[in-house]
């Protein structure tokens, strides 16, 4: 069986959807999210949206849930999804 430890995430509002995760598998710090530091590409998005409207004078956030995308999970960590313990 597969250990998964939450270590970090950096996400901040309105866009949490590109912060940095970090979690111990096995013991091994991995780090998932968009800059160039992290160990592999994000593999979710934000089912929501922000912008702006009425020529930018006013701003809005549109709140869904949380989508994983499970093409972008590495090959390595696909199993992980049915057999790992998460704490």
Do not use: A, R
């Not at 069986?1 to 970090?8: L, Y």
């Not at 013991?27 to 999210?33: A, H, L, M, P, Q």
């Amino acid at each position: 069986m597969t250990m998964v430890e939450f270590v970090s995430y950096d996400g901040k509002y309105p866009c949490l959807c590109f912060g940095k995760l970090v979690v111990k598998i096995d013991g091994k710090e991995v780090s998932f999210g968009c800059s160039d530091d992290c160990d592999y590409y994000k593999f979710w998005n934000s089912g929501g949206s922000c912008g702006f409207i009425n020529n930018y004078s006013e701003s809005y956030i549109n709140c869904e849930p949380w989508e994983l995308d499970e093409f972008e999970i590495p090959e390595e960590y696909k199993n992980m999804q049915k057999n790992s313990l998460i704490s």
